[in-house]
């Protein structure tokens, strides 16, 4: 949570805490706010064993982590460390510099890898009539609108 703090930071920080509430009162400032911080760890942590002992046996491996959205999509999707999806294996196949080089990629299971950009055959068209004159509205499906 505060991983990005660093010590010039903290050192402000109590040359300001020192400053503000003066050397008398701030070791009791640092004991007050110590016990709120176990008193308000110490009811979370009462309320999540309530929860549990609430919930029965069936959810005895119930974690609350589980309950953040991102752990709980990728728990659902991808399993605890599997990888049944491959992603993991089409993140290790994709080498973006041999597209940035205009290199061919290395082949993927037997296939090649790399991407065409040129233009394809034209689509055949589904209905095999005559091509419209030039004035003649196309047919009406009123099934397709």
Not at 9 to 38: C, H, N, S
Not at 83 to 94: A, F, Y
């Amino acid at each position: 949570m505060f991983s990005d703090v660093g010590g010039l930071e903290i050192l402000t920080l109590a040359v300001m805490a020192i400053i503000i509430f003066g050397p008398d009162k701030l070791p009791k400032l640092i004991q007050d706010t110590m016990g709120f911080i176990r008193k308000v760890r110490s009811f979370a942590d009462n309320a999540k064993e309530d929860i549990r002992s609430e919930l029965g046996p069936e959810f005895k491996d119930f974690e609350f982590e589980d309950l953040n959205p991102k752990t709980f999509v990728r728990k659902q999707l991808l399993g605890d460390e599997e990888d049944p999806l491959g992603l993991k294996e089409m993140k290790d196949s994709l080498d973006i510099r041999s597209v940035l080089d205009d290199k061919p990629a290395a082949p993927v299971n037997g296939r090649n890898g790399s991407v065409s950009f040129e233009k394809a055959a034209a689509p055949v068209a589904a209905s095999t009539g005559a091509p419209l004159q030039p004035g003649e509205r196309p047919p009406f499906d009123p099934d397709a609108t």
